[in-house]
């Protein structure tokens, strides 16, 4: 952990004058493989930080799936999970795989029983009194039942999460990058063109769910909703 924060430092130090602002941001990222396989990893990363004195300088972002989330509380001791939990400058961004358990599988493969368990993870890293957002890529081949099955994503994020939980749910854009594109099946290719409809759906769900209720949050941006409703 110490030789990857030497690494960033350096290259923060080389892109300070860059004109580019992406390139001056002060953020860490932590990301795959799978984070949590070896979530050890995430405590020596925020005692290196706090080693180097820049707990107040740095913001370290942990992207995660939901497949190993358990290993959290399986291999961190109290005192572990504690000094995560204890750092300002954190936030857990977690992967949800697929909109429904059909969608899980035509995405990974996996066993489509899986689905459900993502939202008690994202549910217990809450509790846990950490800043978790989450996100999902929305590639399906079938726009069928599409809106009746994001409504359901919606439900299931609010209800089994938190009622945030929607409002801090990003879906990022699905790109074709060159070694993958030869990988690309007809069922595949819609998956990519779907994606859009999907996107279109979500925003107007969230629209319909929480304009003109308590939920002032609809216009704040992710950061600025807190990841437990106190409602």
């Known amino acids: ?6 690494q960033f430092l350096i290259w923060s130090k080389r892109t300070q004058n860059s ?8 953020i860490l990222r932590i990301s795959g493989g799978e984070v949590f396989i070896v979530p050890e990893f995430v405590c020596w990363m925020v005692e290196a930080v706090e080693k180097f004195g820049l707990a107040d300088y740095l913001y370290i972002w942990v992207d995660c799936n939901l497949s190993t989330g ?10 572990q999970r504690k000094k995560i939990s204890g750092l300002r400058n954190i936030g857990f961004c977690v992967c949800y795989k697929g909109i429904d358990e059909d969608n899980l599988f035509e995405i990974t ?16 890293l809450i509790e846990e009194g950490l800043d978790v957002y989450s996100y999902v890529y929305p590639l399906t081949s079938s726009t069928k039942g599409l809106r009746n099955r994001l409504v359901r994503f919606m439900e299931l994020l609010a209800k ?5 939980a929607p409002l801090r749910l990003a879906m990022p854009q699905t790109k074709i990058y060159g070694p993958t594109e030869k ?49």
């Open 1 to 6: 952990a110490e030789e990857y924060l030497t």
């Open 160 to 164: 089994e999460v938190d009622a945030y």
């Open 183 to 231: 990988n690309l099946t007809p069922s595949r290719r819609r998956a990519l063109e779907n994606q859009w409809e999907a996107m279109r759906i979500w925003r107007i769900e969230l629209l319909r769910r929480f304009e003109g209720s308590q939920f002032k949050e609809l216009y704040k941006r992710p950061h600025q909703i807190p990841a437990k409703n106190s409602l």
């Open 109 to 124: 493969g996996a066993n489509p029983d899986y689905f459900m368990s993502q939202f008690a993870l994202h549910r217990r």
């Open 19 to 26: 004109k580019d602002p992406d390139e001056k941001l002060n």
């Open 70 to 79: 358990v290993f959290y509380w399986q291999y961190l001791t109290d005192e």
